[in-house]
């Protein structure tokens, strides 16, 4: 039976892992000098990151569990899994202290304390896994958690159904044939209004915000992430970019039909010798006669032949040395090609030619390799026009944000999926004379697997929150993404083995998400510049925001 108690435990183990946070990131900062000498300390840098991201998951998930009560929706598996999360993100926390005492800095935490340590012992025993995971089991893995506002339960119901119904049924050949998302699926989320869902009104969008965008984006996930959850988030980066940099004819212009999905978008930053290093791209934009002439190839643009514009950012100071500061954002129109490989020619003499790569998962999108050859743009597609010239890495770092924030919900909802199916399965399949689900090493691991999940939910929903109130945050989408991802690849993969041998099969699900789960930790920011240049970097000040987030909600 659940311990009633569980709800008294969560205060007093977050507060002693908070208290054991701070002193450590406060030590952190007078080692790694504000900030200043992270890559002389990478590896504990990496470690403050990716702690400070636990327990901002942890304390998320307190919040919804609290908030839930409040709302006269006590749950006792909510509870059950918001303490023993807290527990195991302390006691890891704990570890990591008490083995590199000397790199954090600190003496003796209140996690060490007698009193917490009870606690924490008493929140993850395995009973409590136990207990959550046949209620998991139960309800097949379903998420029908309690969620405000009222908008947003009626958008999850709606984009449920459209994805069980039209999504779903088409995944799996989609995957399997590495086909092109179909017109009709993209048709139908455009009728649904999917594709403005953060566009202004004024611009032709639905103006619902990032909650609601999330967790739509979540749904569309878990009937498939490249043919479905991720063909909202480009034209999301595209939106951000214009509605913080793009002049007012520029809004007027291109939002519209972004909004109304007559536009499909491509977003192309990425080249072959250059990755994360975004202030180090090459591509090349000369002034010409009324416009801009591109030049250089481009790598990993998703969805880059069957894209109308490609939001392209490229070199308009021709000296490397200028950085970031020499970069400007174009949009960069196209036409639209079905296949795996394209060419198209302007004519003035201007090429652009794009080769799908074959990829193990995330397939229905296809991700390109461009090469172009003075391809003209005119000059009012520079985003922000004169005044935008040399702002194009600030307004694309403001994209990615968003494109991070997607990657929380997208990521989610791939675990969710995997999630199910795994429960779905441990009815289903029998072995010595039972379902494997009466088990207690299946309950336990399907019991973490919901609460991994259920952490990442509400840290990513968190994040949706913070970026409605403040458009310009960008620590804590990136803490979602890297949190998110890395529970879609575990849990994924822990379903996959509780599949057994099936698991391996391409008729089962349950391997098209384990293989389309490892690009999560990748794009978007790739897993370890996440921790280094954008968390360990920004935590302090992103902390105080998510901190007043959740004691106002």
């Known amino acids: 039976m659940l311990d009633p108690r569980m709800a008294d435990e969560i205060p007093t183990i977050l507060g002693a892992a908070r208290a054991a946070l701070d002193a450590a990131l406060d030590a952190g900062r007078r080692a790694l000098d504000g900030g200043k000498a992270i890559d002389e300390h990478q590896v504990h840098a990496e470690r403050l990151a990716y702690a400070a991201t636990e327990v901002a998951a942890a304390e998320a998930l307190a919040a919804y569990a609290r908030d839930r009560r409040a709302a006269g929706g006590a749950d006792p598996i909510t509870d059950a899994m918001a303490s023993a999360f807290a527990a195991e993100v302390a006691d890891r926390l704990a570890a990591r202290i008490a083995g590199h005492r000397d790199d954090f800095g600190t003496g003796t935490t209140a996690l060490e304390t007698p009193a917490v340590q009870a606690a924490i012992r008493a929140a993850q025993h395995e009973a409590r896994f136990r207990d959550v995971g046949r209620e998991v089991i139960l309800a097949r893995g379903a998420n029908n958690g309690w969620l ?78 490249a043919s479905a959850g991720s063909l909202i988030t480009r034209p999301e980066i595209l939106t951000k970019a214009l509605l913080n940099g793009g002049t007012e004819a520029q809004k007027r212009k291109w939002l519209p039909p972004i909004a109304a999905g007559e536009l499909m978008v491509g977003i192309s930053v990425t080249e072959p010798d250059t990755g994360s290093d975004v202030a180090s791209i090459r591509c090349r934009a000369e002034r010409g006669d009324g416009g801009w002439y591109l030049s250089g190839a481009k790598a990993w643009c998703t969805f880059a032949g069957r894209a109308n514009v ?244």
């Open 148 to 225: 405000e506002p009222d908008m947003a339960v009626m958008a999850r119901d709606s984009a449920r159904q459209f994805a069980r119904k039209e999504v779903a049924p088409i995944a799996e050949r989609i995957h399997q044939h590495d086909e092109l998302v179909p017109e009709s699926i993209i048709r139908q989320m455009a009728e649904l209004g999917y594709f403005g869902m953060s566009v202004p009104e004024e611009y032709g969008g639905q103006g619902m915000g990032n909650l609601v965008m999330i967790v739509i984006t979540e749904e569309l996930s878990v009937a498939s992430l």
């Open 310 to 553: 490609l939001a392209l950012l490229a070199r308009t100071n021709p000296d490397v040395k200028a950085g970031a500061r020499g970069l400007s954002l174009f949009i960069v129109p196209k036409d639209a090609f079905p296949g795996h490989e394209f060419e198209q020619r302007q004519p003035g003499g201007g090429v652009l030619h794009g080769k799908a790569d074959a990829t193990p998962g995330y397939r229905g999108m296809h991700s390109f390799t461009l090469g172009l050859e003075r391809w003209f743009v005119p000059a009012e597609n520079l985003i922000g026009e004169q005044e935008g010239e040399g702002k194009g890495f600030y307004l694309q770092m403001q994209g990615f944000a968003a494109g991070r924030l997607q990657t929380g919900g997208r990521a989610t909802g791939v675990a969710q999926a995997a999630l199910e199916a795994t429960a779905t399965y441990a009815v289903e399949r029998k072995q010595f004379g039972r379902p494997i689900g009466d088990f207690q090493l299946t309950q336990y691991k399907l019991g973490r697997m919901a609460t991994h999940v259920a952490a990442a939910r509400q840290l990513t929903y968190t994040a949706a929150r913070a970026m409605d109130a403040d458009e310009t945050v960008s620590l804590e989408p990136a803490m979602a993404k890297l949190f998110a991802s890395d529970v879609a690849v575990w849990v994924t993969q822990e379903g996959q083995l509780l599949h057994g041998g099936w698991g391996f099969a391409e008729e089962f699900a349950i391997s098209r998400y384990t293989v389309d789960a490892l690009v999560l930790p990748i794009f978007e920011g790739v897993k370890p510049i996440l921790e280094l240049k954008v968390i360990a970097r920004r935590e302090r000040g992103a902390q105080r925001v998510v901190k007043v987030l959740l004691e106002e909600r």
